[in-house]
């Protein structure tokens, strides 16, 4: 059975997707949920679905103790699904393509630092933008500078709000999201 990992920082709607998505699998399953937030609504989620949590601090990404725990784990995919902090080089570098990160825009438009969550969102909206998307891509040691996997476009002319350009966002990530995780891991 492969395992993933999952990394969130929030809400973990992405991360339950993956989650139901892999619990009747015969082939892989989501084994435990990373986050760097204590408060983050991802932990009832993992509670909900009798899944193991990791909570750590930046430092504790930085030194060592989560690159130490994932090495015990030994996950065949590292999920970043809302996941704020930059991933460390060293953990990057024990799993060559193996993580991977979703983004709410179509890279490399409104990537890099600080360009998360609504603030991608505003800046679309700001921007007038006709469409916009989600890119899955690997990560590497740069914010949203990582090989891409997959992109997904949606029209967004008849929005108004960055709120409604989310909830157009959210339904490409949880349509897609599991099944490029799935293609991925059945190739690796």
């Known amino acids: 059975m492969k395992k993933i990992v999952l990394f969130a920082s929030g809400n973990g709607s992405n991360a339950e ?3 139901l998505h892999f619990k009747k699998s015969t082939f892989a399953n989501v084994v435990t949920i990373f986050t760097n937030n204590p408060d983050a609504k991802v932990l009832e989620k993992a509670k909900n679905h009798q899944m193991e949590a990791v909570i750590f601090t930046k430092s504790d990404l930085n030194n060592d103790f989560v690159l130490q ?3 015990k784990i030994d996950p065949d995919l590292i999920v970043l699904a809302g996941f704020l902090l ?3 080089e060293s953990i990057i570098n024990q799993y ?7 983004h709410p825009a179509l890279l490399p438009k ?3 630092k600080g360009m998360y969550g ?3 969102h505003k800046a679309v909206l700001e921007n007038n933008e006709k469409e916009t998307g989600i890119t899955i891509h690997y990560v590497n040691e740069h914010y949203d500078e990582g090989e891409y ?4 476009k949606v029209s967004i002319e008849d929005c108004v709000s960055a709120e409604e350009i989310a909830n157009k966002v959210h339904q490409l990530e949880h349509e897609y999201f599991p099944t490029i995780i799935e293609q991925l891991i059945t190739n690796h």
């Not at 996997?149 to 997904?152: D, E």
Request: aromatic share 8%.
């Open 118 to 120: 609504m603030n991608v």
């Open 149 to 152: 996997i997959s992109q997904h």
């Open 110 to 112: 409104y990537g890099g």
């Open 96 to 102: 060559p393509n193996k993580v991977i990160n979703i």
């Open 69 to 71: 725990k994932l090495k």
């Open 86 to 88: 930059k991933f460390p």
């Open 17 to 19: 997707k993956i989650i």
